[in-house]
């Protein structure tokens, strides 16, 4: 990815049948030896510039097979072109990559019954083979609050009792139901069965002995079913293998532990005191699927990203460290660095002749913008009224992996597509 070769990027758009092709040319001038050409099968792209060749496998076939494109202007260090697509192909086949995207890797229906888990790094069992009966998918992470706002009435109350002629008495019955989840002793019997049918904004799903929960980056399990883990409020070395030991008589504020596998001290997730339940990261361990992935962290944030963006509307996030999940000070982002994150384009297939994948046929991904802000401002966005950036917590080490990878994926574009105003622009891998 040195900058000072020739790039050349190619973006399959699906919605509108095009691949756009973009070259950054080293030295940045066009002369006489410049030549840009599709084979004849459409499938790659060649460039001859200066005595060097570079080629590129296109993320779909082309219309333009054994052309040689047209260069307009003399001089210049960008060229690009818009390609039509094979008229051949099926929509499925130009897209190729896309079919499914979008979805959680390791979903439930993925996984396979009885698999056991392990440590990525080492491969130490954390849950044992046969533990695990049942996975099953967990809803959005907002699904208390939205069961209590589209529900008009109470769900133990007779449906006739109103008219939903009108948003407003829809608007109306939302808010009694709130102000009855409000109240003191005179609704007990109320609360009670919100709670029993899992509406009130205090339910929780507690973890449950061989039954695996599926989120869209962490797999939950009891702690019963788990071996192997040490438990921590900081490091491993001040750790235990029973969390009692740990906790002291003013530990009554702890939210959450950190979880790390006992054979080579690598953190692997958390233990929720809410839930009950030991949270496992999904790049940080390995068990059997149908698919064969492996998801990392940019699949699962892509996912996380993609999945917040259709819940609310937004696509601006921002990606915050945990503020309890410090492992060690110099493997993380600085405390005050938080990632501003807005997604152009969440479904597109690039190629990069600067990827170590470039002989691949496209890399499915997101296109976005970022840029890195300090904590304070962060906190103040989201303190105001009409903030449009929606708050993404993840593990501090994983937030240094998302900052690497994203400078590293800003290198793979041709240099004068790498930044929009104050923004950086990025490829984020599903």
Not at 298 to 315: C, V
Not at 346 to 353: F, W
């Amino acid at each position: 990815m040195a900058s000072e070769q020739s790039i050349l990027y190619a973006e399959l758009l699906p919605n509108i049948g095009r691949i756009s092709l973009a070259i950054s040319l080293s030295p940045p001038a066009v002369d006489a030896s410049t030549r840009v050409a599709i084979d004849a099968d459409g499938s790659n792209v060649e460039l001859r510039h200066y005595g060097e060749i570079h080629r590129l496998r296109l993320p779909s076939r082309v219309a333009l097979g054994g052309s040689v494109l047209p260069i307009q202007k003399q001089g210049v260090g960008t060229l690009s072109w818009p390609l039509p697509l094979h008229s051949t192909q099926s929509l499925q086949s130009r897209q190729p990559n896309i079919a499914g995207l979008g979805t959680s890797t390791w979903s439930a229906t993925d996984l396979k019954i009885g698999s056991g888990v392990s440590c990525r790094k080492c491969g130490s069992v954390i849950v044992k083979d046969g533990s695990i009966v049942a996975w099953k998918d967990l809803p959005s992470e907002n699904w208390a609050e939205m069961m209590e706002f589209w529900h008009c009435h109470k769900p133990d109350h007779p449906h006739g009792s109103h008219s939903h002629d009108s948003a407003s008495n829809a608007s109306r019955g939302a808010e009694t139901s709130l102000k009855t989840l409000e109240n003191g002793d005179g609704e007990k019997a109320d609360d009670a069965s919100l709670a029993a049918r899992g509406y009130g904004a205090s339910s929780a799903i507690s973890a449950q002995e061989g039954v695996g929960f599926v989120d869209l980056t962490t797999l939950i399990f009891a702690e019963s079913d788990c071996a192997g883990i040490t438990f921590s409020l900081s490091t491993y070395g001040h750790g235990s293998s029973k969390k009692q030991d740990i906790l002291k008589p003013d530990s009554s504020e702890v939210k959450s532990l950190n979880v790390f596998c006992s054979s080579c001290q690598t953190q692997v997730g958390f233990y929720n005191f809410r839930t009950t339940a030991v949270t496992l990261l999904k790049w940080q361990v390995l068990l059997e699927s149908q698919s064969g992935a492996k998801p990392g962290v940019s699949q699962s944030l892509s996912a996380t990203l993609l999945a917040t963006k259709a819940r609310s509307g937004s696509s601006k996030s921002l990606i915050i460290p945990m503020p309890e999940t410090i492992v060690d000070p110099t493997d993380k982002p600085s405390p005050d660095t938080v990632i501003h994150v807005w997604v152009f384009n969440p479904n597109i297939v690039y190629s990069s002749s600067a990827a170590p994948e470039a002989d691949a046929q496209g890399t499915p991904a997101i296109k976005l913008l970022y840029k890195l802000i300090p904590c304070e401002e962060s906190e103040q966005m989201l303190e105001t009224i009409t903030c449009d950036a929606q708050e993404i917590n993840l593990p501090s080490a994983a937030v240094a992996e998302v900052i690497r990878l994203l400078t590293e994926s800003n290198l793979l574009l041709p240099a004068p597509e790498r930044a929009f105003k104050e923004w950086k622009v990025a490829l984020l891998s599903k």
